[in-house]
């Protein structure tokens, strides 16, 4: 049975941004952005690394990694804990590569390629919906903010307003 819904696939290729969990060799957390995070099927997530060397090296002695995938709009997404595997050659890494060669990225800006076994997923819910807050209620104090913080001002989409 696939470990990823679809659900699941549409928040990861939607947000594109995982934050990469992993233990370093003192026993301390790296935690780092991955601008390439991608669902490679059922069972897998991928990234390029592209400037990821701490993140490489902490999978080369301890495979254990969790990515989270957010929508920081609407402040849900999913946690997916497994282990890893870098590749930098061989079939698997020309495969990775092309797929993301075919998204736009330069080949020669990818190091090597961290190949995902997803064993768990979860979701991930802010607490601000335990509260009673719908989505439009999260999404809108979400557009505030921004428009707060940069001097933004954004207007509804007819998606959004349909929601």
């Known amino acids: 049975m696939a470990t990823l819904t679809e659900h699941m696939k549409h928040v990861v290729t939607e947000q594109a941004l995982g934050f990469v969990a992993t233990v370093c060799p003192d026993g301390t957390p790296n935690l780092s952005p991955k601008g390439?995070?991608?669902v490679w099927d059922d069972d897998h997530l991928v990234f390029a690394d592209i400037a990821s060397p701490n993140t490489i090296s902490n999978l080369a002695t301890n495979a254990a990694v969790e990515i989270n995938?957010?929508?920081p709009i609407l402040r849900k997404?999913?946690?997916f804990k497994g282990t890893a595997t870098v590749h930098v050659a061989g079939d698997v890494y020309d495969a990775v590569v092309q797929f993301y060669e075919e998204r736009g990225l330069d080949r020669h800006r990818i190091a090597s390629v961290a190949m995902i076994t997803v064993e768990r997923a979860a979701r991930l819910v802010s607490p601000a919906y335990t509260i009673g807050n719908t989505e439009d209620q999260v999404r809108e104090r979400f557009?505030?903010?921004?428009?707060?913080l940069h001097g933004w001002t954004i207007q509804p989409t007819a998606a959004a307003r349909r929601d």
């Open 143 to 148: 557009r505030r903010r921004l428009e707060d």
């Open 36 to 38: 390439t995070t991608a």
């Open 77 to 79: 997404g999913y946690r």
């Open 69 to 71: 995938v957010v929508d």
